[in-house]
């Protein structure tokens, strides 16, 4: 199985080699810059990557991060860096283009390879995967409530006809209502269904011409 690719954005030497060493399962690639690391994504996408926040040129990381976001959306950043206020932090892990995990330098190594290792599992492409079946789970949840309260409605429709196609006086709204549980509106609702259907005649409810505005204000 090929390694994954970490693209790692720093332009400190010492640290680097940190990473070389605590990383050596992974392949590495190196940018000592932003802008650098913009010209290695666009040539060889990584897995995921890790970003310090001042590099060299004076370029700072997390202004290159919308744009590296907008170049892979759904590789996982991991920003790592020692100048960072908490505010700074913050920011860097909020919004659309947000990195996912934020570790302050001098790092700590186990951390770092446990956060690494997450995110490689659980964020990026997974992550999209994950709210994607979700998504799904929760459409067919909706389809589900919806044909029950379909079902619900025609069988409540089915029942209000039968009590009332011998009594074809106009009903009593509030002690359906009560009967079935549902608001005053949902009865009128029904009675104009079944009238408009010719399941009732238009006498049992003669306002049942109103227009649904009215009928939801009664």
């Given at each position: ?5 970490i ?6 030497d ?17 940018a ?6 913009l ?23 997390l202004?290159?991060l919308p744009?590296?976001?907008e ?32 570790l302050t ?10 956060t ?5 599992e ?5 992550e ?7 998504l ?5 949840i909706?389809?589900e ?7 619900d409605?025609?069988?409540?429709q ?5 009590m009332?196609?011998?009594h074809p ?26 009238i408009?259907?010719g ?6 409810y003669?306002?049942w ?10």
């Open positions: 199985m090929d390694k994954r690719r693209l790692v954005v720093e332009d400190d010492l640290q680097y080699e940190l990473y070389e060493e605590a990383l050596s399962n992974y392949e590495l690639i190196r000592r810059t932003a802008s650098g690391a010209a290695a994504i666009a040539k060889e996408r990584p897995h995921l990557i890790i970003l310090d926040h001042v590099l060299d040129r004076g370029e700072l990381g202004e290159f744009e590296i976001k170049l892979v959306p759904y590789i996982p950043v991991i920003v790592v860096s020692g100048a960072l206020e908490v505010h700074q932090q913050l920011s860097a892990l909020q919004g659309p283009r947000r990195a996912h995990y934020c330098k001098p790092v700590d190594l186990i951390e770092l390879q446990r690494v290792v997450v995110a490689l659980q964020c990026g492409e997974a999209i995967i994950r709210q994607y079946e979700a799904e789970r929760s459409r067919r909706d389809v409530e919806l044909l029950s309260r379909s079902t409605r025609l069988s409540r089915t029942e209000i006809r039968r009332l196609e011998d006086q106009k009903p009593n709204i509030s002690a359906l209502a009560r009967h079935f549980k549902v608001a005053r509106r949902t009865i009128i609702r029904d009675l104009h269904e079944l408009r259907r399941e009732l005649p238009p006498e049992v003669p306002e011409e109103k227009t649904k505005d009215e009928q939801d204000q009664e």
